[in-house]
């Protein structure tokens, strides 16, 4: 899928195809131009905020989540972040590079190996190389490592109606390595192919390959995508398959309002056992009160019955309401509240047990400040 310069104030990481107003990187309308029509764009996310579990070890959230706000009861840095790309005229490029606590907890599942590894990747978060071929309507092709054509927010911040992200969110991958190719058939419809290292990963775990695929689908203000993920990824295993399945849907009710519908479903093929399974669906508001003033809330169930993808069988439901303020172009507020559930304990809690480890509980109630300057 195509992704250029967004002129849109309400990016998401769904991978909206070329005709629906490109694709989805974090880039506000104020980009700086460069020279060789290189455009240039820079964010740092920083954020405070409150967890009243207060966890001894500081941490908000489960052992690899938390690209937002992942420090609990502190002042922190989310995200800073410079890009440069250029448009596939007929070649493009486009280079994202990060540093923060969100990077770092992105890369934490990047095996450790020759040139691999989370200290080799964790300022990387877009490198890609892409062309447009005259073909048709245009055939883009994109190589290296770009956003996850898979679910409804992205990596960045800004570009999310919340400032947290969900469980679905977090559990499916923010970017991918590999080569992909997408074709725009007319005002409604666009397709796209990948073949992929694997699932968020830059160094493969093993020698297999994945493959990703997305059906976009728009009819006024309604878009529909159907995005796939499949290919082995097992360490060191070609022959057992993930399966995934991602559902995204946008309607623009009306010039304020949006509302949006995300469901995922997984399985993951087991060596002489039965398969993995997990499924997760959330439901999205935001309404543009006023130039300056915007309100979202997200409703969000996450089953996870084996713990396969999140270590503990369980399943989260999550409530997230945001107030945004914007007092110039530049300069983003929001103010959250969120509440998580769980069947089991796991979220950090004060005090400590006898052995000295963090005692566990099932909710966690988080308030969090997170301000963003973008241009």
């Known amino acids: 899928m195509a992704r250029f310069v967004l002129r849109w104030p309400q990016q998401m990481r769904i991978a909206v195809p070329a005709f629906l107003v490109c694709a989805t990187t974090a880039l506000p309308a104020q980009a700086v131009d460069l020279p060789g029509a290189i455009q240039l764009n820079g964010a740092v996310d920083v954020y405070v905020n409150a967890n009243f579990n207060g966890p001894p070890d500081h941490g908000n959230f489960l052992p690899g989540t938390g690209t937002t706000a992942k420090r609990a009861n502190e002042f922190s840095l989310n995200l800073a972040s410079v890009e440069l790309q250029k448009a596939p005229e007929p070649v493009g490029f486009h280079l994202w590079l990060v540093a923060g606590t969100g990077t770092d907890v ?21 490198a890609s190389v892409s062309a447009r071929i005259p073909l048709g309507r245009g055939l883009e092709i994109e190589g ?101 399945v991602d559902f995204v849907w946008t309607l623009q009710i009306s010039p304020a309002d949006q509302v949006a519908l995300a469901l995922d479903l997984g399985l993951q093929q087991q060596p002489q056992a039965p398969a993995d399974t997990w499924w997760g669906t959330a439901a999205y508001y935001r309404r543009q009160i006023s130039p300056r003033w915007a309100a979202a809330v997200r409703a969000e169930v996450y089953r996870d019955p084996e713990g396969f993808i999140t270590g503990t069988p369980q399943t989260l439901v999550e409530g997230t309401l945001t107030l945004e303020f914007r007092p110039w172009q530049i300069l983003l507020l929001r103010l959250e509240g969120r509440y998580d559930h ?30 963003v300057a973008a241009f």
């Open 144 to 244: 290296g490592i770009y956003p996850s054509h898979l679910g409804f927010e992205g990596f960045a911040s800004q570009t999310n109606w919340n400032y947290t992200r969900s469980w679905m969110g977090e559990y499916s991958p923010y970017y991918q390595t590999g080569i992909k190719a997408t074709y725009v058939f007319d005002d409604s419809w666009s397709a796209q192919i990948q073949v992929l290292n694997g699932w968020q990963r830059i160094g493969d775990n093993n020698n297999g390959k994945s493959f990703g695929t997305q059906i976009a689908w728009k009819a006024g203000p309604s878009t529909l995508l159907f995005n796939t993920f499949l290919g082995p990824e097992l360490t060191d295993n070609d022959q057992d398959w993930r399966y995934f």
């Open 106 to 126: 992105e890369h934490e599942g990047e095996i450790i190996g020759p040139a691999a590894g989370p200290d080799v990747w964790r300022y990387v978060q877009q």
């Open 342 to 371: 769980s069947t089991a304990h796991v979220f950090g809690a004060a005090p400590k047990l006898p052995d000295g480890t963090p005692s566990k509980v099932q909710d966690q109630v988080l308030i969090v400040l997170g301000v």
